[in-house]
């Protein structure tokens, strides 16, 4: 899996478009809000789910990135 570098994620200006890593793949999504968490940096994302129903929650920096097609 490739990540991103989490230390960069407070510099994309919000909302930003994003790839996330969900079910072992890169998929389109937006990303919202972010935080320094305890645990590290995390971004508040939306995206759909495999049954199209839209999704907002919380993961972890390394598994978003920015758009890597406009």
Do not use: K
């Not at 935080?35 to 759909?48: A, F, I, T």
Request: overall charge negative.
């Amino acid at each position: 899996m490739n990540t991103f570098d989490d230390y960069r994620l407070d510099h994309l200006q919000l909302p930003a478009h994003v790839d996330l890593w969900i079910h072992g793949r890169w998929q389109p999504g937006w990303l919202i809000a972010c935080e320094n968490h305890p645990s590290g940096w995390r971004g508040l994302v939306q995206h759909q789910d495999r049954d199209h129903t839209e999704t907002t929650e919380w993961m972890a920096a390394e598994q978003i990135a920015p758009r890597s097609t406009p």
